[in-house]
């Protein structure tokens, strides 16, 4: 914070008509979701055909087997922009310049985004995927995540922000 005159300014604190314009356009933009994101699926139709009834198997009791791993989140295929998820993240609007500066450089407001060699997943690139409660690709779930991880870990998002520039990860 600075102090000007008596007045306490804080970073991102810019009535809205004279803020920056490339902000509130990102901010207010719709989220589509591009189709070569996704694999290509053809469902094939056979002839239906009657299949041999199966024999009966008897099954020895067997040591009980270790639980598979847990599938993937589902992809986000809804629509929304990043001040929809924002808000209904319960983010508070005086947040948003901070949120959108470290969700830019993380995922791209790509809800979707994947880093290959860690897993981390989502808007805010939680790792792993799975401490986000929902779906990490869901941008609301994983910006919900994020609000406990920015006050827990950094005291809030001004905060987080300003590591995130120091260090370029939060």
Request: some cysteine; proline content about 12%; aromatic content about 12%.
């Amino acid at each position: 914070m600075l102090l000007v005159g008596g007045a306490v300014v804080a970073p991102f604190a810019v009535p809205q008509a004279t803020a920056d314009q490339e902000f509130y356009e990102r901010i207010h933009q719709e989220f589509v979701p591009d189709p070569a994101d996704f694999e290509p699926f053809e469902l094939e139709v056979a002839p239906l055909e009657k299949l041999p009834d199966p024999e009966p198997v008897v099954v020895p009791e067997a040591a009980p087997v270790a639980a598979a791993a847990p599938a993937a989140p589902p992809r986000y295929t809804g629509g929304g922009s990043p001040a929809e998820w924002m808000a209904a993240a319960g983010i508070p609007e005086s947040d948003w310049g901070y949120v959108d500066a470290i969700v830019s450089r993380e995922s791209g407001w790509n809800p979707n985004a994947t880093n290959a060699s860690s897993g981390a997943c989502g808007l805010v690139q939680a790792l792993p995927c799975s401490k986000v409660p929902g779906s990490g690709y869901d941008p609301v779930d994983n910006l919900r995540w994020a609000i406990g991880y920015a006050h827990g870990r950094y005291g809030g998002w001004a905060q987080a922000y300003e590591f995130w520039q120091a260090n370029h990860w939060w």
